[in-house]
């Protein structure tokens, strides 16, 4: 099975099928990592993997049921045991809610019978020497360097029996290092999304740690209370993630989310913020781009198997301050009334903004200047309330200056409450989400500028 082509994978378990519907999805992926401690490399690896799905749907007189089975490494022997697995759990199972049609006049992709794309070390061959670099700056000036260095490259192939042949190649690389001082009471992380290592220095980041370690040797104590916070982009990323996370259209019409209207109905057409902020997906974004058509394992909230094979496109989510779109599929679009629109393979903001973090910085009377957030958690889906930690590094801004860092707090906000608090935006740029890297790495975002956000208490974290 291992030689055999994911396409005639596809097509084979497509044959196999007697049931009403089917869907199989290949998804072919590799894998290469680099991990280093102390200044020094200590593990790499590459992987190779294959994991099958198969969906099929079986229509009865009370409606049409599915049956969604996955498996990995599986052989020859395995794929007709397989499909009927999913033909037996559609015949089980009840009607499926969110059934529909299966997709159909999405032309095929034009490379669906190539082999799939895979990665190797090779991606790593301009940036291990340069990382090589970063541990003799790292070692000369006194600090040690931690992190790693992932790429991970999936070719995913999609065949249904009403005649899609769609293929989607994703690669996605991340990049996490982390300073800290020879006593471990000084510590700073950076991190960048890639999409195959050309783009990111571990000598800059090094050096934009070794600023940020030194801001640390001043130490102040502040206590808990509302402060003017400048918002990295990781940080914004990771509060927007989780907010489009819970924009599903049919949850915020059954009331349940902070994009209800109170009274019935939802808040769409309302502005959520006086900047000029807009947020958006685009499948085509340059150096962000995802997959043009819905690739769902499983359904969900916000997602569909029906819906396999539907083109996603372009969307604006907040165009101009106004909440102007929630994710929908196609059954949930029926329910609500409102525009299909599928979720979202990457995530773009912004507000006309063109001051760097730095400016935002030099322009700063007293505030503090985030690091990155931790520990999100959600608190109230009504007011999408989150709580969560700093990390790594919270500095405190005087006179436009870094003057030293401060303890860690725990935060208590809503990130569509600071939409509407945000006073200034600045330039947006590609950025790694860090709570949420393992699940969601295409943004870009710019740095935001917060009045009086809630730190609500003071942590011990580092």
Known sequence: MSRTKPHEIVERALELSTADGCIVIADEESTANLRWAGNALTTNGVTRGRTLTVIATVDGKEGTASGVVSRSAVTAEDLEPLVRAAEAAARNASPAEDAQPLVTGTPASPDFTDAPAETSSAVFADFAPALGEAFARARAGGRELYGFANHELVSTYVGTSTGL??????????????????????????????????????????AELAVRLGWAERRFDLPAGRYETLLPPTAVADLLIYQMWSAAARDAVEGRTVFSKPGGGTRLGEKLSRLPLTLRSDPNAPGLESAPFVIAHSSGDDASVFDNGLPVPPTDWIKDGELTRLTSTRHSAGLTGLPVSPGFGNLLLDAGGDKSLEEMVAATGRGLLLTCLWYIREVDPATLLLTGLTRDGVYLVENGEVVGEVNNFRFNESPVDLLSRASEAGRPEKTLPREWSDWFTRASMPALRIPDFNMSSVSKGV
């Open 165 to 206: 042949r769609l293929r989607h190649d994703q690669p996605n690389g991340t990049l996490e290092v982390n300073a800290k001082s020879p006593d471990r009471q000084r510590s700073a992380w950076a991190g960048r999304s890639t999409r195959d290592f050309k783009d990111v220095d571990p000598t800059v980041l090094d």
